[in-house]
């Protein structure tokens, strides 16, 4: 199972950007998908998530710091999820990297959890 984002860059202050990411493999299902990101010399850090409950459009939950500006949304036919970053600040900055909890197959045994090769972010003041 692979996870592929895509589109970080540079943005100014109050900008928008979506960033994405798709999985692809051998993949049964999918029990969450989310975003973390990480600057320099911190831990990384929860943006947000969306979580398979049955439902359609999954549960959401988000950092403090981002709620009300970004909106996290997902297409289960294309096993991709999105990250709608608006309102951005210089605080929000940093390496953004798609995780997600991926079934193979059957059983505890073949739940995984995946990375991202990580996209960056860039707000300029």
């Known amino acids: 199972v692979q996870l592929v984002e895509s589109g970080g860059g540079l943005v100014q202050a109050g900008g928008s950007l979506r960033l994405s990411c798709a999985a692809s493999?051998?993949?049964?299902?999918?029990?969450?998908m989310g975003w973390y990101r990480q600057v320099p010399g911190k831990e990384r850090e929860l943006v947000a998530v969306?979580?398979?409950?049955?439902?359609?459009?999954?549960?959401?939950n988000y950092a403090d710091s981002v709620k009300g500006r970004f909106t996290i949304s997902r297409d289960a036919t294309k096993n991709t999820v999105y990250l709608q970053m608006n309102s951005l600040e210089p605080e929000d900055t940093a390496v953004y990297y798609c995780?997600?909890?991926?079934?193979?197959?059957?059983?505890?045994?073949?739940?995984?959890?995946?990375w991202g090769q990580g996209t960056q972010v860039t707000v300029s003041s």
């Open positions: 995780n997600a909890d991926i079934k193979t197959g059957w059983g505890r045994e073949n739940e995984y959890v995946y």
């Open positions: 493999g051998s993949i049964f299902s999918i029990n969450y």
């Open positions: 969306i979580i398979s409950d049955g439902s359609s459009g999954g549960s959401t």
